[in-house]
């Protein structure tokens, strides 16, 4: 339904930052331009730095939380791994890809949509856009520290503008699959790694709108945006993302071999910031009614049917959702548009417990992601406010 949208290798040296926890209404692409907003130093430095957003974070194979993160100040792709010490997090900052170099020069803008993953053997995988070049990249950590940084799909249009809403995965050889937008033309891509680098194909090029309502202009074929990849452990990708000529949710499954592709979800304008959650064959997304500025479920198998759900129907939420299992229901992290704060929804018996869980005085709830660590659930976001990353365990 439609309503009337070179490879080269960098050392890792870090710098120890230590945070305390403490802890734009609606919903954005990314949070507001930088202004003069009071951000945090970094070793004492004078100047601001502003870190954290286009969040991604995953458990290192000793325990320990990392993220990968956009470092607005630079322009920049940032890593860090992070020591819990009584509930206080300790970040430890690797600077990865784009930082000026020794004569101060900023050598491009690299490192939004970043998206992580830790293969088995503690190989971390980075994907993220290169908007100076219009590519999406990767970024690989050796357990040694070291960084190779390299292309992994430049796009199918003839000028590069791909990258957009990069995800990845790690599949059961153990080998990184990513998925993004291409802008320049309109279409959801994929990206795998062979071994020695990544190959790319068009998933789905999405379909021409062509209304029938003469109030309803049509709309060319653009599907791809918001893409979240999950691998199950049969090897089988699942995709979800947003069709905007169309307005929907949908669902890419399969393989190297081929994909599906099915509508989940297009009873108005949905499908924006899904996350998918994979148990098996089963399927839940958590994802934002743009239309009605609600948070919805969707559980099911591919090929359907689907049982779709709104979570929650308060003003301006949804987005940024980040969704994981505990007990038989899912529970999902998400942000509260109208008091740019972080909210939680459980299932509690028969309905949707839903609660606050961001902290007073501060915009959170930005670019979500939540970790188990030791039996714990830990969630981090984007403070817009203090300009750095909040985490945080979940009550």
Request: aromatic share 10%; net charge negative; hydrophobic share 40%.
């Amino acid at each position: 339904m439609r309503v009337s949208a070179p490879l080269c290798v960098v050392p890792a040296w870090a710098l120890l930052v230590a945070f305390t926890l403490p802890g734009c209404n609606g919903c954005r692409k990314e949070p507001p331009a930088d202004d003069d907003t009071d951000p945090i130093g970094v070793d004492a430095e004078p100047d601001p730095h502003d870190i954290g957003s286009w969040l991604s974070m995953r458990v290192m194979p000793d325990g320990r939380p990392a993220i990968s993160f956009y470092d607005r100040t630079s322009d920049a792709l940032g890593f860090a791994i992070g020591t819990l010490n009584d509930g206080v997090v300790s970040w430890s900052i690797e600077q990865v890809d784009s930082y000026p170099d020794a004569t101060g020069l900023n050598p491009g803008d690299a490192g939004k949509y970043s998206s992580m993953a830790v293969a088995s053997d503690g190989t971390v995988w980075v994907v993220y856009q290169d908007t100076s070049n219009g590519v999406l990249k990767y970024a690989k950590r050796e357990k040694t520290g070291a960084w190779t940084i390299g292309n992994a799909d430049t796009g199918g249009g003839p000028s590069y503008d791909s990258g957009y809403w990069a995800s990845v995965a790690i599949d059961p050889a153990g080998n990184p699959v990513a998925a993004h937008y291409d802008a320049a033309k309109g279409s959801l891509r994929v990206a795998r790694w062979t071994g020695t680098a990544f190959t790319a194909a068009v998933v789905y090029e999405g379909t021409d709108y062509a209304s029938t309502d003469t109030a309803v202009e049509s709309v060319s074929g653009n599907a791809g945006e918001y893409a979240r990849i999950a691998i199950a452990s049969d090897g089988t990708e699942y995709i979800a993302f947003y069709d905007r000529a169309w307005g929907a949710l949908r669902l890419a499954s399969g393989n190297v071999g081929g994909y599906s592709i099915e509508v989940v979800d297009d009873t108005s304008d949905v499908g924006q910031w899904p996350d998918v959650m994979v148990d098996g064959a089963s399927v839940a997304i958590a994802y934002h009614d743009v239309s009605n500025q609600d948070l919805k479920l969707a559980k099911g198998r591919a090929g359907g049917p689907w049982n779709v759900e709104t979570v929650d129907s308060g003003d301006h939420v949804g987005a940024d959702s980040a969704i994981y299992g505990t007990g038989s229901e899912p529970g999902i992290v998400y942000f509260d548009g109208a008091n740019n704060d972080m909210k939680l929804a459980r299932m509690s018996g028969a309905s949707w417990a839903l609660e606050t869980v961001g902290t007073a005085g501060a915009a959170v709830g930005y670019h979500n992601e939540t970790v188990e660590i030791d039996g714990t659930r830990y969630v981090a976001s984007y403070d817009y406010t203090n300009r750095t990353v909040w985490f945080s365990a979940l009550p």
